[in-house]
């Protein structure tokens, strides 16, 4: 088990950098499901980032706030955050707000990432 503050913004507005804290615990024998937060190694790094498909061989991840996503094998993953603390209020995976945060995330991802998309093209037009 493990509990750390997050580096980085792709898991915002969950978990907030320097601010929340995460706790992951070592993934078991089973596969990760779809809108489970994982710990995995990436070139060299640890990220943290859900899972939002679940592929024969492995497993699509993405950032809540993030547009691109990593492929990522079972043997790849440490573990599964099973709690958080913002704010200074405690919070698990399984409390029904989270779960509904869960919900409206991967219900919101393909839209939301087609406009960030286009908002940072936009972007690069503009400062031409």
């Not at 640890?46 to 939002?52: A, N, T």
């Not at 497993?59 to 704010?87: K, Q």
Request: aromatic share 6%.
């Amino acid at each position: 088990m493990l509990t750390y503050t997050n580096k980085g913004t792709s898991m915002e507005p969950l978990l907030r950098q320097g601010r929340d804290l995460f706790t992951v615990t070592k993934k078991g024998p089973d596969r990760c499901r779809v809108g489970d937060v994982v710990l995995f190694r990436h070139r060299g790094n640890y990220v943290l980032h859900r899972v939002i498909k679940v592929r024969a061989a492995d497993y699509v991840c993405r950032g809540d706030n993030a547009i691109g996503t990593e492929a990522v094998a079972e043997e790849d993953i440490l573990g599964v955050m099973s709690s958080f603390v913002r704010d200074g209020r405690p919070g698990t995976v399984n409390d029904p707000a989270y779960r509904a945060y869960t919900a409206l995330v991967l219900t919101i991802q393909g839209p939301r990432v087609l406009t960030k998309r286009a908002l940072l093209r936009l972007k690069k037009l503009l400062e031409k």
